[in-house]
Every structure is written in C-alpha cells, then in structure tokens.
C-alpha cells in the first residue's frame, strides 16, 4: 500500500485520525487525514497533519475461513466497497492453528493468538492489508508492529442459551451436560449451578450445533453476536443478561488490525471505528490487560454508556467457580482505560491476586 506524504508543521500533541470523508475520496482519489484528540489511542502510530494517502487500487481482508469469520470479512468488504468504489476489495481466507486443534480445550494449546497469527503473517509478508477479528479473539496485547486501527458497533455483547429440550438454565435437570469453550463461562455455571456438568465444546459455531444436535449436550453457551450475525436468532432459547453472565472483554465487536508501519492502511478503515463502541471495549481490555487477562483466565469484563457514563463491570474467578471477586465501576468514557486499570486494581484490593496467583501454578 504506498502513501505520498505532505507534510506542513507537524504537531506532536495530535494522536489520533478522524474519520476520512467519502465524498473527498471518490473526488479527488485521496484521503485527507486531519487529526484530533477524539479517538486517542485508537492508533499508536500517528501521520503528519496534512498528509495524502493514496487509495490503493486493490485492497486485500485476511480472514479465518469459518463460516462466522467470512460473514465478518464480507461485512467490512461491503463498508470499504461502499467507502471506495474505485478499489477492488477482496478476502483471502485462511485456516488458523485454533481453528486445526479441536481435541483439546483452547486455554490448553495456546491461546487466542493462535486465531489470528496465520492473519499476521499474511499482512506481514504483503499478501494482506488488513485483517478482522471478533475482538474477543484478540490477544489483550497486541504482538509487536500491528494495531487495531478500527472497532466496529457492536452487535448483541450477551452469552446465548442453546437447547433443543429446554428453555434456559434453570429448567436443566442435575446432571445436565452443558457445553462451553470458555473458562469464564465455565466458572460462572460451576458457581451457580454446581449440579451441572461442564464439558469443553470446541470448533466452529456450525460444529458446535451439530454436536448439540447429536445429543452431545444437552446445552451450550454461545456468543448471541454470532448466532444473530449467521441469521441462527432462532436458535437461541433464551439471551442471558450481564447479570446472569458477565460477557467477555470486547465480545459482539469486531475490530480491524494493520501494520503499524503502514499508516496509509489505518487510514483507510478509520472511517469504520464506532466512538462509542470502542470506548467501552477500550476498558474491558485495560482491566483484563491489567489482570493479566487470556484465555487461561476465567475473567469478565463489560462495559456501556448509560447517562454520559462509561459503566464497567468485571469479575476474576477460578474455574470451578468457588472464588470470585466482581467489582463495578463508573467514569467518564474519554477516561476509559484508566477506568480500566482502577477497576483491575479494585480487584486486586479484594484478593484477585491470590486467585491469578491459583491460576498461574495451575497453568
């Protein structure tokens, strides 16, 4: 992707890209990159003021290729289609070492980086410009030389109850066998419902209901956001609110990650940033960043606007459940990192350390 610079008095204080205008774009060819302070930290590479970017004439998505990752990619396909009708944007779909590993659970062979690593590569070595991830996916600490340049809106953030013999949580008998892939929910239906039995459910959505299907489980717990996003609403009995089970930092939104030496890529999917959206999972990912957060962590965070307000709130746990420290918190949604690092840390006042310290001798 090349970029022609014009620089006139760079300010240093700026740190951030507003969002291009398309009209601009489709006139002149060029995205006009003015800066602000509205969207700080969204990058953490920044352009001189007035500085041109060229629109390349092809611009490449690298995708998983599950059925759920593609309808991600296209979506963004379809928002930089309309962004730039002069450019042809394609996807180059990949199968990820998560995506290869279906036998043991995910905290076990190496975590969330092993869905998007292969995508890294390919914008690494040129095949790619950009890559999208469902933001509960992405490592709390991006590798070295890529950004996320762009969080979307949000779609439903909520877990999803799944079942063809009952309605929700409640109605399943002792000894029910409920399927998940995920710690955090692993921890809170052992601390709740400890007469259910908890058994790892891996692989892609469509083969997680086919194994519902077959009788492998009786329940599974998905994310709502993917099931709605792949037209399957009505297979969901019943959402499960924040308070029956805390979503997971960042989940129901997808973000767009880049080079963060090719500032011309940032610029170009500045546009499909959402403020809001990315101010709350800005905080959900400072406080799990700052307890160490990952897969191996049983661990909620979520956060939304309500009257101005960024409200958070997040849990720690052991996986069995029978440790859990939550906490809450509220501020203003330009501090939302900080809010972040003080919850993470209200946590650790009330004795998340001796868990994270359980979990790490554990691991």
Request: charged letters at 20%; glycine letters at 8%.
């Amino acid at each position: 992707m090349r970029s022609d610079c014009q620089i006139a008095q760079p300010d240093p204080a700026c740190w951030s890209v507003l969002e291009s205008t398309p009209a601009m774009v489709r006139r002149m060819g060029v995205i006009t990159v003015i800066f602000t302070n509205d969207l700080t930290n969204v990058f953490t590479k920044t352009l001189p003021l007035n500085t041109t970017i060229t629109v390349p004439s092809r611009i490449v998505i690298a995708s998983r290729e599950s059925r759920l990752a593609m309808w991600q990619a296209v979506h963004v396909q379809g928002r930089l289609a309309a962004l730039y009708p002069e450019s042809r944007v394609e996807i180059l779909g990949m199968t990820t070492k998560g995506d290869q590993i279906l036998d043991r659970p995910l905290s076990e062979i190496g975590g969330k980086g092993l869905f998007i690593k292969e995508l890294e590569v390919a914008m690494q070595e040129g095949r790619a410009d950009l890559a999208v991830h469902s933001m509960k996916d992405v490592p709390m600490v991006m590798p070295e030389g890529f950004i996320l340049a762009a969080i979307s809106s949000r779609e439903n953030p909520c877990d999803a109850f799944i079942s063809n013999k009952y309605a929700g949580l409640d109605d399943l008998p002792a000894n029910a066998v409920v399927g998940t892939s995920s710690l955090r929910r692993e921890s809170i239906l052992r601390a709740k419902y400890p007469q259910l039995v908890i058994k790892s459910l891996r692989g892609n959505l469509d083969t997680r209901l086919k194994k519902l299907d077959a009788g492998e489980y009786d329940a599974i717990i998905l994310a709502a956001a993917g099931l709605i996003r792949l037209g399957l609403k009505d297979r969901i009995r019943s959402v499960l609110t924040p308070e029956q089970s805390l979503p997971a930092p960042g989940q129901g939104a997808l973000g767009i990650e880049v080079l963060s030496d090719l500032p011309g890529a940032a610029a170009l999917v500045a546009s499909l940033n959402d403020a809001d959206t990315a101010h709350c999972v800005r905080a959900e990912r400072a406080f799990s960043r700052a307890l160490g957060g990952s897969c191996q962590v049983p661990l909620g965070g979520y956060a939304v606007l309500e009257n101005g307000d960024l409200w958070l709130r997040g849990f720690v746990a052991t996986p069995d459940g029978k440790q859990m420290v939550s906490a809450e918190l509220r501020g203003a949604p330009a501090d939302d990192e900080s809010i972040g690092r003080i919850l993470a840390q209200m946590l650790r006042d009330q004795g998340a350390d001796a868990i994270l310290e359980k979990l790490a001798h554990c691991q």
